[in-house]
C-alpha cells in the first residue's frame, strides 16, 4: 500500500512539459512488438486518465511524486483545463492520486494494491521439480555437461599441484585478474589486474561495493524497474532505494540529475547495457550525462554489467567507463559475472574499479568469506582461454529462442505487446491491464513458474501490469510455456502435466 501523504518526506515531482512528452510517448507508441493498438474513442478525460494510470502503475512516475497544477498540465498539453480537472478527479476516485489544500497532489496506488516483496526471491532447489514444470523466474542458462567434464579432466592435475598452497587470495586467483583485465582491454578500457577483485558471482560484487561505500540509511538511485535481489540487499542493509525511470534509451537522464542534487545518494545502481528486465541499451549520450551528473554530486556509479556479453542485434557495447569522461569513469565501479555468458552454478564474478578501491574492496569481503575458492577460479580459467566461442554460440541461441517466443505469445495472446530488446534474455510484457500477481498465482496450476512484475519494482504496486518472460529455455518449452500462460490468462481449465522433455533443460 502506498505511503500516506502525512508520511511522504521526498521531494519529487514531475513539472508539466516533462508529464506532457510522457503522455504523448504513451499515446503515440510506435513499433512495440505485437497487434497495433485500437484507437481510443473514449472521452478525452478518461483516455488521459488511463494514460496518467498506465505511467504510474509502469514506474514512469514514481509513487509520491507531485504532478503539476491542472491549468499547468493544460497548457502543456494543448486541452482545456475542464478535460484534465476531469482526468485528474477521476484519477483520485480509482485512487492513483491524493490531493492536500495547500501542498498539492501526488501520486499514489490504490488501497491493498501489492503487497509487493519489492527485491529477491528464492529460487526452487530442483528446477525440474513437478510443482515448477516449466521455469520462467530465472534468466539463465544451465552448462553442457560434455564442456564441463572435459575441463574438468584438464584442470585436474593443475588442481593437485595447488593444494599444497594455502588457498587464501583476497582478490582473487592472480590468472583469472589478469585474464578478466585482458577482456576489458579486447572490449577498449584499459584495466590492469590490480583494479580487479574476483567475487562468488556479481551480487557478491554488489554488496560488497554497498557495504563499503553506504551506512544505513543513504539514498541509493536506482533505475526503475530492476534487478529485484539488488534492491533486496540494499533493503536488508538499511539502505533507501530511490527509483528513477527507464526510458527507451536507459535511464532518464534529467530525473536522474535531479534526484542526484535531491537525494544526495551515497550510490547510483544502473544497468545500462541490456537492463534487467526491460533489455533496453543505454545511449552513449544518456551515459555521458549519467556520470557528470554523479561526479557533480559525488556519488559512486556501481555499473552491473552481468548481460553485457548478450548482445544479439548491435555489437556488444564498451564498457560503461570507456564511455564517459575520465574523471567521471574514476567512480564508476564494474561488476561482471560469467553467470550469463557461461554458467550461474560457476559462482564467479568480478569488480574492476581503480587500484585503490580494488585494495579497499579486497579488504571488505575479508569480514565475511576471507577468499574465493580457488577450484571455480581455475575451472574459469580454463573456460576463459577456450575463447568467446562458446558465448557466440550461447547468442545464436537465443535469437533463435526469441524469435520462438515472440512468435508464440503473437499467436497465443495478441493482447500483449514488448519492445524486442537488441540484447540480454528476457522480454518485459505489458499484458495491459494491471493482473501479473494474479497471473502468476493461477499459471503456477498450469505447470508454470512466473513471476510479477511488482517484484522488479522499488514502489511497492507497481508494474502489475507487466511480466518478465526469459528466452533461455528451449524453443518447444518456451512455446509450450505460452499456451500454459494463456490458459492460466483467460482461466481455462489446467493443462496435463508437462512432458519431461519439456521441463528444465541444464
Given at each position: 500500500?502506498a ?33 497495433a ?8 478525460y ?6 496518467v ?13 507531485r504532478?503539476p497544477?491542472?491549468r ?6 494543448g ?5 484534465v ?8 476516485e480509482?485512487?492513483?492520486?491524493e ?8 501520486t499514489?496506488l490504490p ?20 510443482d515448477v ?32 598452497d ?6 582473487g ?5 589478469e585474464?578478466v583485465?585482458e ?15 574476483i567475487?562468488?558471482g ?6 560488497l ?11 541509493v ?15 536488508r542493509?538499511?539502505l533507501?532505494?530511490?527509483p ?18 535531491q537525494?544526495?545518494?551515497?550510490v547510483?545502481?544502473?544497468i545500462?547495457?541490456?537492463q ?8 552513449a549520450?544518456r ?11 559525488g ?17 556488444a557495447?564498451?564498457p560503461?567507463?570507456?564511455?564517459v ?8 565501479i ?6 550469463k555468458?557461461?554458467w ?14 580494488a ?8 569480514a ?5 575458492s ?8 580454463a ?7 562458446f ?14 517466443l ?13 519492445r ?26 498450469f ?6 512484475g511488482?517484484?522488479?519494482?522499488v514502489d ?28 492460466a ?5 489446467a493443462?496435463?502435466p ?7 533443460v541444464?
Amino acid at each position: 500500500m502506498a505511503a500516506p501523504l502525512d508520511l511522504v518526506t521526498t521531494d519529487r515531482s514531475v513539472g508539466s512539459t516533462r508529464l506532457a512528452r510522457l503522455i504523448r510517448e504513451v499515446a503515440h507508441l510506435g513499433g512495440a512488438a505485437g497487434p497495433a493498438a485500437e484507437p481510443d474513442r473514449r472521452p478525452a478525460y478518461r483516455a488521459l486518465a488511463h494514460t496518467v494510470r498506465g505511467l504510474i502503475l509502469d514506474g514512469r512516475i514514481a509513487l509520491r511524486t507531485r504532478v503539476p497544477a491542472e491549468r499547468d498540465l493544460a497548457a502543456a498539453l494543448g486541452m482545456s483545463r475542464t478535460t484534465v480537472t476531469a482526468a485528474y478527479d477521476l484519477l483520485r476516485e480509482d485512487g492513483f492520486l491524493e490531493s492536500r489544500r495547500g501542498s498539492g497532489t501526488w501520486t499514489t496506488l490504490p488501497p491493498g494494491s501489492g503487497p509487493n516483496v519489492s527485491g529477491g526471491w528464492l529460487m526452487a532447489a530442483q528446477p525440474g521439480a513437478a510443482d515448477v514444470a516449466i521455469d520462467l523466474s530465472c534468466a539463465s542458462f544451465g552448462m553442457p555437461g560434455a564442456l564441463i567434464a572435459e575441463v574438468l579432466a584438464e584442470v585436474g592435475p593443475r588442481i593437485a599441484e595447488l593444494t599444497a598452497d594455502p588457498g587464501y587470495y583476497h582478490a582473487g586467483w592472480p590468472e583469472l585478474r589478469e585474464l578478466v583485465a585482458e577482456r576489458y582491454v579486447q572490449r577498449g578500457l584499459p584495466t590492469t589486474p590490480d583494479q580487479i577483485v574476483i567475487t562468488s558471482g556479481a551480487q557478491h560484487g554488489n554488496v560488497l561495493a554497498l557495504g563499503l561505500l553506504c551506512g544505513p540509511g543513504d539514498r541509493v538511485v536506482v533505475e526503475s524497474p530492476t534487478y529485484p535481489n539488488s534492491v533486496e540487499a540494499m533493503r536488508r542493509a538499511r539502505l533507501r532505494p530511490v527509483p528513477v525511470p527507464v526510458g527507451e534509451d536507459g535511464i532518464e537522464s534529467d530525473v536522474l540529475a535531479a534526484q542526484l542534487r535531491q537525494a544526495a545518494p551515497r550510490v547510483a545502481y544502473l544497468i545500462p547495457d541490456f537492463q534487467n528486465p526491460t533489455g533496453t541499451l543505454m545511449s552513449a549520450e544518456r551515459r555521458a550525462e549519467a556520470a557528470d551528473a554523479a561526479r557533480a554530486a559525488g556519488t559512486w556509479i556501481i555499473n552491473d554489467e552481468t548481460v553485457s556479453d548478450m548482445a544479439l542485434d548491435v555489437p556488444a557495447p564498451a564498457p560503461f567507463p570507456a564511455s564517459v569522461s575520465r574523471a567521471a569513469a574514476e567512480q564508476v565501479i564494474s561488476v561482471g559475472s560469467m553467470s550469463k555468458s557461461h554458467w550461474g552454478g560457476l559462482r564467479i564474478g568480478w569488480i574492476r574499479t581503480t587500484p585503490r578501491m580494488a585494495t579497499e574492496l579486497a579488504g571488505q569481503r575479508m569480514a565475511t568469506d576471507m577468499a574465493g575458492s580457488v577450484l571455480d577460479q581455475i575451472i574459469a580459467v580454463a573456460l576463459l582461454r577456450r575463447g568467446w566461442g562458446f558465448v557466440e554460440q550461447r547468442r545464436e541461441l537465443l535469437r533463435r529462442q526469441r524469435a520462438a517466443l515472440e512468435a508464440a505469445l503473437a499467436a497465443e495472446l495478441p493482447g500483449w505487446s514488448w519492445r524486442r530488446p537488441s540484447g540480454g534474455l528476457s522480454l518485459w510484457v505489458d499484458l495491459g491491464e494491471p493482473s501479473s500477481s494474479e497471473l502468476a498465482d493461477r499459471a503456477a496450476a498450469f505447470g508454470v513458474r512466473l513471476v510479477g512484475g511488482p517484484q522488479f519494482g522499488v514502489d511497492p504496486g507497481t508494474f502489475e501490469n507487466r511480466v518478465r518472460i526469459p528466452f533461455t529455455l528451449p524453443e518447444q518449452t518456451l512455446r509450450d510455456a505460452v499456451r500454459r500462460l494463456a490458459a492460466a490468462f483467460r482461466c481455462e481449465a489446467a493443462l496435463p502435466p508437462v512432458p519431461e522433455e519439456n521441463r528444465w533443460v541444464a
